[in-house]
């Protein structure tokens, strides 16, 4: 007798959210690498580069961790208050609708007709609201080690080259082409997430603006 396969489960960040973290992490470690100096370049200021750009990446990670979990346990407070209030209302109560109006989807709204909308509330009526302190749960606590990994990890392919490449002009550009080519991974994917037919394009611009980044921070001292 065949099984069924146990569903899959469900990412703790959307697609979106993991691009903006490694863009941002991405950034940040631009900060550092474009300001680096190849002029004055040894091995103690490199030592330097990479302590400044791993440390200040893992220090907005944790903050962006942190963040991250007040928003969350922030949002689900927020949901079971709700929940709360709309339990005390009755069914078709003008002022119900109006929460639960005020509390979809701006697409939602134009869908569900005032008779769906109080069926929906209907059915809040029958579950059973959470109690107790506000805590992180599991998912929660998944998505702020995502978030924390995700803006410190993505420092490490930009400074591979400081550390394997002896010539430090050398490392510097190929951290850049790293960089680059990140960025337009990153505008590649946010296209294809948002269905555009021309994801290559979107690619190409975050690229673009990846480049001017780096060519401003170079000419202000990189």
């Not at 346990?73 to 208050?81: A, F, I, K, T």
């Not at 005032?114 to 509330?121: A, G, M, N, T």
């Amino acid at each position: 007798m065949s099984q069924n396969p146990a569903p899959a489960a469900e990412p703790v960040l959307d697609p979106v959210s993991r691009l903006s973290e490694i863009l941002f992490g991405l950034i940040m470690t631009l900060t550092f690498t474009g300001t680096f100096s190849v002029a004055s370049a040894g091995s103690e200021s490199v030592r330097q580069l990479l302590i400044a750009a791993v440390g200040c990446n893992l220090a907005w990670g944790l903050t962006d961790a942190i963040i991250y979990l007040i928003r969350s346990l922030c949002e689900r407070g927020h949901s079971r208050l709700l929940l709360h209030r709309l339990q005390a209302l009755p069914v078709k109560d003008h002022r119900a609708h109006a929460e639960m109006v005020a509390a979809l989807p701006p697409a939602m709204r134009k869908l569900l007709t005032p008779d769906e909308i109080d069926q929906l509330h209907q059915r809040l009526q029958h579950i059973r609201p959470s109690r107790g302190h506000l805590w992180p749960n599991g998912d929660e606590w998944r998505g702020a080690l995502a978030v924390f990994l995700l803006v410190s990890v993505v420092t490490l392919p930009v400074v591979l080259p400081f550390i394997f490449v002896a010539d430090a002009w050398l490392a510097l550009r190929m951290s850049n082409a790293i960089a680059l080519l990140m960025m337009f991974l990153i505008g590649y994917r946010l296209a294809r997430y948002a269905g555009s037919p021309r994801a290559w394009l979107t690619g190409a611009v975050f690229t673009l603006f990846g480049a001017g980044l780096v060519s401003v921070i170079i000419a202000l001292g990189g």
